[in-house]
Nanobody, 118 residues
Framework: QVQLVESGGGLVQAGGSLRLSCAASGRTFGRAWFRQAPGKEREFVAA????????SYGDSVKGRFTISRDNAENTVWLQMNSLKPEDTAVYYCAAGLHSSSYRVYDYWGQGTQVTVSS
C-alpha cells in the first residue's frame, strides 16, 4: 500500500503561480496529477516516470505546467504558471503506471484545492 500526501494548493490570482507537491510512502513506476472541477469529469494534467523522468501533459496545461520528481525524496512536484480561472479544481496525485488514463493508477492522494480568481 502506497500513501500519497499532497500539499501546496491555495488561492491565487489569474496569471500567478503555485507549486504542488506529492510525497509517497512507497515506490511506483509512475506518478501523475489529475484534477476535477465541480460538475466536471476527472481530467489528466501531467504524468512522469520515476526512473527515467519521461513526462506527458494534458493539452490544456502544456507550456504552463511542469511536472518534476526527486527520487531521493520520493516526491513529485507540479509547477503551475500562468494560472487561469479554468484551472480551478481539486488536484489529485496518483501513483501507478504511466498513462493519461486514471484507470491505471492504483493509489490516490486526498486532493488539494486550487482556486484561481479572475
Amino acid at each position: 500500500q502506497v500513501q500519497l500526501v499532497e500539499s501546496g494548493g491555495g488561492l491565487v490570482q489569474a496569471g500567478g503561480s503555485l507549486r504542488l507537491s506529492c510525497a509517497a510512502s512507497g515506490r511506483t513506476f509512475g506518478r501523475a496529477w489529475f484534477r476535477q472541477a465541480p460538475g466536471k469529469e476527472r481530467e489528466f494534467v501531467a504524468a512522469i516516470t520515476m526512473s527515467s523522468g519521461v513526462r506527458s501533459y494534458g493539452d490544456s496545461v502544456k507550456g504552463r505546467f511542469t511536472i518534476s520528481r526527486d527520487n531521493a525524496e520520493n516526491t513529485v512536484w507540479l509547477q503551475m504558471n500562468s494560472l487561469k480561472p479554468e484551472d480551478t479544481a481539486v488536484y489529485y496525485c496518483a501513483a501507478g503506471l504511466h498513462s493519461s488514463s486514471y484507470r491505471v493508477y492504483d493509489y490516490w492522494g486526498q486532493g488539494t484545492q486550487v482556486t484561481v480568481s479572475s
